[in-house]
C-alpha cells in the first residue's frame, strides 16, 4: 500500500471511500474542501493507494501548534486488516515527529471496539470521557492521546 497526500483532485473518491464506510466521520462536500483550503485550523490529508484498486483508505489530521487533532481515518472494509491504517497513522507521526509537535488527540465512539483497539494497538491512550458527545445515537466520546 503506497501512501501519498491527499489534494482536492481526491475530493470526489473521498467523499465515495467515506460513504462505504459507515463508521468513519461523514463530512458534506464544503467540509471535504474546507480540508485543503488555506484556512485556520490547517489540516492535512494522506491517501493509502492499492496498486490495482487505488485509493483505499484516507487520514485526516488537523495540525499546527503542539497539540494535533486526528479528524478522520477510513479503510474500506476490504482492505481493512491489511497494515493500510497503520501505514497512515505512522505517515502522520513521522510528520509530528519532524514539525516537532508533542501530543495528538482525538475522539471515538465508545462503542468503536475496532477503532479502539486499532488506536491502542498503534500508541494511544485513554485521556477521558466526553458524555453526550456523539448524536444519532447519543454515545459518549472517548478522548484518546499519543503522546510523539
Ligand atoms: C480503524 C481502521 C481505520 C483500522 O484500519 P486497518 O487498515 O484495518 O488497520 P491495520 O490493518 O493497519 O491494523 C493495525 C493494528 O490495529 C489493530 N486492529 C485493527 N483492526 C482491528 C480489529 N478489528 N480488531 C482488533 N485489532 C485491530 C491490530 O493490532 C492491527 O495489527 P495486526 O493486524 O497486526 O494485529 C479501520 O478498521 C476502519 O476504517 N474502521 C472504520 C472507520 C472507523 O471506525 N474510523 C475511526 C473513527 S474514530
Redesign the pocket.
Known amino acids: 500500500m503506497k501512501i501519498r497526500i491527499g489534494n482536492e483532485l481526491d475530493v470526489a473518491r473521498l467523499m465515495e471511500l467515506n460513504a462505504e464506510?459507515?463508521?468513519?466521520?461523514h463530512w458534506t462536500p464544503r467540509q471535504w474542501l474546507d480540508v485543503f483550503r488555506e484556512a485556520t485550523p490547517a489540516r492535512i490529508c494522506w491517501i493509502a493507494e492499492d496498486e490495482s484498486a487505488g485509493a483505499a483508505?484516507f487520514l485526516v489530521a488537523q495540525y499546527g501548534g503542539p497539540e494535533w487533532e486526528l479528524e478522520?481515518?477510513?479503510?474500506l472494509p476490504e482492505?481493512?486488516?491489511?497494515?493500510?491504517?497503520?501505514?497512515?497513522l505512522t505517515a502522520l507521526l513521522a510528520e509530528m515527529e519532524e514539525a516537532g509537535a508533542e501530543r495528538i488527540l482525538?475522539?471515538?465512539?465508545a462503542s468503536?471496539?475496532?477503532?479502539i483497539?486499532?488506536y491502542e494497538?498503534?500508541g494511544f491512550v485513554k485521556a477521558g470521557r466526553r458524555r453526550d458527545y456523539y448524536s444519532n445515537p447519543v454515545e459518549d466520546a472517548l478522548l484518546l492521546v499519543h503522546m510523539r
Open positions: 464506510v459507515p463508521k468513519a466521520a483508505g478522520n481515518i477510513a479503510v482492505f481493512q486488516r491489511q497494515g493500510a491504517g497503520r501505514a497512515l482525538l475522539e471515538v465512539r468503536n471496539g475496532t477503532a483497539r486499532f494497538g498503534n
